[in-house]
């Protein structure tokens, strides 16, 4: 379920569905540089582990809607906490990042 959740096309999804229901092509279009196979897989995944729920309108095209469920929304708590770490934190990230790249280009000459 891990693999799921925490993959970044997902954290994407459920993050842009916190705002309330999208269709396929909306999500695509927001999301920007994600291929649709991805999008496609991403979303089954999520319907499967029962984060998102599947509305299909039937209409001409068909209407599919994707919505979080309870368990897709209650997932935001975490997810929402991870972001912020992420935020307070990126300067050391990077600041280790520098550190490491440094030590290595040093160990390649040598």
């Known amino acids: 379920m891990l693999d799921h959740i925490g993959d970044k096309w997902a954290i994407l ?3 842009m569905l916190s705002d309330g229901p999208l269709r396929f092509s909306e999500l695509k279009r927001d999301i ?12 089954r995944n999520l319907e499967r582990d029962g984060f998102v729920t599947r ?17 897709g ?10 972001a912020e770490w992420a935020l307070r934190n990126r300067a050391r990230v990077e600041r280790s990042r520098r550190s490491f790249d440094t030590k290595r280009a040093r160990a390649t000459k040598e």
Do not use: F
């Not at 929304?73 to 991870?82: C, G, H, K, Q, Y």
């Open 13 to 15: 999804v459920i993050r």
């Open 32 to 43: 920007g540089s994600v291929s649709q196979k991805m999008l496609t897989s991403t979303l």
């Open 55 to 71: 509305h299909v309108t039937p209409s001409i095209p068909p209407r599919v809607d994707y919505e979080l469920t309870a368990m």
């Open 73 to 82: 929304r209650d997932v935001m708590v975490p997810l929402n906490a991870l």
